[in-house]
């Protein structure tokens, strides 16, 4: 069955835990590529995590000159191809997250590729394996359709329903803060 | 185990040239399960891959986690002996030539011996850790008993863990840190977490704590700071470091008052309700709110959420535990399961958030000044008798008990221990006060530090020995839960460096002892002795083969004989330790910390990690990554109080205390109290906030008090302007 990235902030402890997973996944060449924002740092201490939402229609690719970036039948969004990239940075001004990295030394963007040497297979990417908190989840699209049910609470839901609070459609989902508003009590 | 509902049957990655070893974590008490990836060529750990099917973190890692293997290949591993001949270099890096196996350990038998003729058998002292096997912990207790023959034993896990098993000792009879699996924490209906940081200190819990949310459950979180765990609390009890003892006292007064107590239980399973329920009496919410500083509401709410809840689980950590009334804090946070009888079933139950990787079986097996294996007492003549004989001596030639952690410290000021023997552990940054522990360091004749990196404390050094890693070397942990778990091996030892059983084993030979240890030639004929060694003892490992374990996933202690398969869930059949059968609920009067606020030091000063650094930080503030994250301590002020003292975020102020003083950046955060200030512990040198925290001691559990002392910052001056 298909299974996506899902990301409920409202968990997010900022133990950047998938920063240091992603450096792991074979093709990422010990670098990171997503980020971690405290949110209000001089008030609490929740932070999100931003990852790559893998858009459905990317501004980064529809950007770039070179067609450097390719997009898997699966949705992946991934780096730029090496022998393609002209090092315009397009992408990262075009990426209305600012997910896109740029390496000065190799002329060349690299960014999340949704670990796709595990999610074509699959297995759940680097960040989602190991994040301690389900902030980040690799589900099914039932497991998704729960989700939306549960946490459809005004303005705090996920990606692609009526008051949506993304660019465009994203083949990662997400929920804003706030998923325990409403929340019906055991007692 | 069963499988619970977040477990997925997920498959590795295999990469080609490669293997997978199945271990765990180096670092805290979750020993979260991993792979290490190992290049087969090379015989050399490359990475980590998700141990998705290990039950209780199901692939999940911290940020520690995650980078951990690159600590076994990392540029600053000792691979040689190291030898000072100039003493006068005590306390720097200075002064070290490499040296053989056969040269440093000639050197540390010559001073030995010399040290012991001229002063008698307990000149001699032993100070661990439990960042190690039970096998290594084990055998490093006979090694100071049989090999050196000296009381002075004791270990890292005094600053850790020894609050929780005296309480749990006093209010059960037995110490076993969570009476039920973690597997459980999700299913319950209300969290009540005092002084843990769950969140950056057992990360790996949090998918579970949040799912009792989500499920409509409850989290009370007591602490001063808004930790990331306490922002999402339904109730935040935001009390004054310190003040433990009269909020657990005031939860179990609302408790009785409110009709919550369970009077069937108490009178079938527990003594001492009477004298409690008269004692806490005084704790009301509005008298509790003027100790604490929580707000009477809050107090009478929490109360009330713990008593409906069908099922409860308290747990607690250092922020309770490391204070002169650790002991207490924890009996009295435990009164709360025994009054309304949440205890001894599934989904409700008591739990301490261990420290250290095996801060619960290190405990158990003989490291402490006055144990013996299998939580024996050394004072018991029974106990003794019973080690004796597995161990081959006689009664008589088993030392007397010796003195804590802290307490060793003094008997190197005044010459009584002349020489230590130090091992997994970085006094030089964990202890308090330690201007005057360095100083007490300096003092020795003779010291000997086996570690894999030249930590703080190996700067004080006569000898370094270089040990392994954990992932080069096998061996049993007990996690959080009580279970008892396999380490493996990954790859061979680099460079000349040993694992601690093996250095201890050699010595001994070298110390005329061997015919005691020369038989353990592998860590498997350590674990073997070891379990015939806990074999009656409370904590009985004796069926925990490691056999049992790998097929198991874990073995809970106790576990007496091959057909037991171990005890997940403690007190099923309300049958607790003491000699009655019955748990005691503590009658335990509140007292303030030992050093309170004043004109002079108005502030308080509590102390803590942060989530991508262990312990000393002597292995995390090696890793890039970490060390990219969290580069250096600071202090956490509220920006009100930071505005009484005209200091900025980014500042560097002088945060001092009547013991010592340091430098740190200013973080302004409104997520703490005002009266209280924070700052990481995890640094060395200069930047070790242990310099100024308070040696006093928990006179149960001798646990010194690090979180909470007086404090006061200063302003620096600023080229050519005056103080303020």
């Known amino acids: 069955m298909k299974k996506l990235l899902y990301i409920e902030m409202d968990n997010c402890i900022g133990c950047r835990s998938c920063l240091a997973a992603c450096t792991q996944c074979g093709g990422h060449d010990q670098r990171n590529r997503n980020y971690v924002y405290d949110v209000n740092p001089f008030v609490n201490r929740q932070t999100i995590p931003l990852m790559c939402l893998h858009c459905v229609n990317p501004a980064c690719a529809r950007s770039c000159p070179a067609q450097a970036i390719q997009i898997t039948p699966e949705g992946a969004v991934l780096s730029a191809m090496v022998e393609k990239c002209i090092g315009c940075q397009n992408c990262t001004i075009a990426c209305p997250y600012g997910i896109p990295k740029f390496d000065e030394e190799q002329n060349l963007m690299y960014k999340c590729d949704l670990c796709y040497d595990r999610t074509k297979e699959g297995i759940p990417p680097m960040c989602a394996s190991v994040c301690p908190t389900n902030t980040l989840q690799w589900i099914t699209e039932d497991e998704l359709a729960e989700k939306q049910e549960q946490y459809r609470l005004g303005k705090w839901i996920s990606s692609h329903q009526p008051f949506d609070p993304l660019e465009g459609e994203t083949n990662v989902k997400i929920s804003l803060p706030g998923i325990l508003q409403g929340k019906q009590k055991l007692f | ?724």
């Open chain 2, 1 to 724: 185990m069963l499988k619970d509902k977040f477990y997925r049957d997920i498959p590795n990655v295999h990469h080609p040239k490669e293997k997978l070893v199945a271990t765990h974590c180096s670092y805290c008490g979750m020993q979260c399960g991993m792979n290490l990836r190992v290049d087969t060529d090379k015989n050399t750990i490359i990475g980590v891959e998700p141990r998705y099917d290990w039950p209780v973190t199901l692939g999940k890692m911290c940020p520690k986690g995650v980078t951990a293997y690159q600590q076994t290949n990392h540029a600053d591993r000792l691979l040689r002996p190291l030898i000072r001949d100039d003493a006068s270099k005590k306390g720097t890096k200075e002064g070290f030539r490499e040296a053989s196996w056969e040269e440093a350990y000639d050197l540390i038998v010559r001073k030995f011996k010399a040290l012991q003729t001229q002063y008698g058998k307990d000149s001699l002292s032993v100070y661990s850790g439990v960042s190690m096997t039970n096998e290594k912990c084990y055998l490093t207790g006979k090694f100071a008993r049989v090999a050196l023959q000296t009381r002075y034993i004791d270990y890292n896990g005094r600053f850790c863990m020894s609050s929780a098993a005296a309480g749990f000792l006093r209010s059960f009879g037995v110490d076993r840190g969570s009476t039920l699996p973690w597997t459980d924490i999700h299913e319950t209906d209300c969290l009540f977490i005092a002084g843990s940081n769950t969140a950056e200190c057992h990360p790996t819990s949090m998918f579970r704590v949040w799912e009792v949310q989500n499920r409509g459950g409850y989290l009370i979180v007591a602490d001063p700071r808004e930790t990331p765990l306490a922002r999402r609390a339904d109730i935040h009890l935001d009390l004054k470091p310190g003040t433990d003892l009269a909020l657990a006292n005031c939860m179990v007064n609302l408790l009785i008052q409110n009709g919550y107590a369970d009077e069937s239980f108490v009178q079938a399973h527990t003594n001492g309700y009477e004298e409690t329920k008269e004692l806490v009496s005084i704790f009301t919410a509005e008298y509790t709110s003027e100790i604490t500083g929580v707000a009477p509401d809050k107090l009478i709410r929490a109360a009330e959420i713990y008593g409906k809840a069908p099922n409860a689980i308290v747990m607690f950590a250092r922020g309770i535990e490391q204070q002169t009334r650790g002991s207490d804090n924890v009996s009295a946070y435990t009164n709360m399961c025994l009054i309304t009888g949440k205890i001894g079933r599934p989904k409700s139950g008591v739990a301490t958030l261990t420290g250290q990787g095996n801060g619960q079986g290190g405990r158990e097996h003989g490291q402490k000044a006055d144990a013996l294996p299998g939580y024996r007492k050394i004072t018991n003549p029974k106990h003794v008798g019973e080690v004796c004989k597995v161990w081959g001596i006689e009664p008589e030639e088993m030392p007397q008990p010796g003195v804590s952690a802290y307490e060793m410290f003094d008997l190197m000021q005044n010459k009584t221990i002349r020489a230590l023997y130090l091992l997994c552990s970085n006094p030089a940054v964990s202890a308090p006060n330690l201007n005057y522990v360095k100083a007490a360091l300096k003092n020795l004749d003779f010291m000997v530090c086996a570690d894999i990196y030249l930590s703080e404390s190996a700067e004080f050094a006569d000898v370094v020995l270089p040990s392994v890693t954990w992932s080069e070397d096998e061996g049993t942990v007990t996690n959080l839960e009580g279970r008892i778990i396999k380490i493996n091996k990954a790859q061979e030892p680099i460079g000349e460096s040993k694992p601690d059983w093996l250095i201890e084993v050699e010595l001994a030979e070298r110390m005329g002892r061997g015919k005691y240890f020369s038989h353990l030639t592998t860590a498997a004929k350590v674990a073997e002795e070891f379990r015939l060694a806990s074999k009656g003892g409370y904590a009985d490992y004796y069926g925990a083969t490691w056999d049992k374990i790998e097929k198991q996933n874990g073995v809970f202690w106790p576990c007496k004989d091959n057909d037991d398969p171990g005890t997940p869930y403690m007190f099923l059949d309300q049958q607790y330790y003491h000699s009655d059968g019955k748990a005691k609920i503590c009658a335990l009067p509140y007292r303030p910390p030992a050093e309170e606020p004043c004109e002079q030091f108005p502030l308080r000063l509590t102390t803590g990690r942060v989530v991508y650094h262990y312990l000393s930080g002597n292995q995390t503030r090696r890793i890039q990554f970490l060390h990219d994250m969290c580069p250096e301590p600071y202090v956490e002020v509220h920006p009100e109080t930071a505005g009484q003292y005209g200091i900025e975020h980014d500042e560097i102020v002088r945060l001092f205390t009547r013991r010592g003083e340091a430098h740190f950046k200013v973080k302004i955060i409104e997520a703490i109290r005002k009266d209280t200030v924070f700052v990481p512990y995890h640094f060395g040198h200069e930047q070790s906030i242990n310099l100024l925290t308070n040696p006093a001691l928990d006179p149960m559990s001798r646990m010194p008090e690090f979180k909470v002392c007086a404090a006061q910052i200063e302003k620096k001056a600023v080229s050519g302007e005056a103080v303020r």
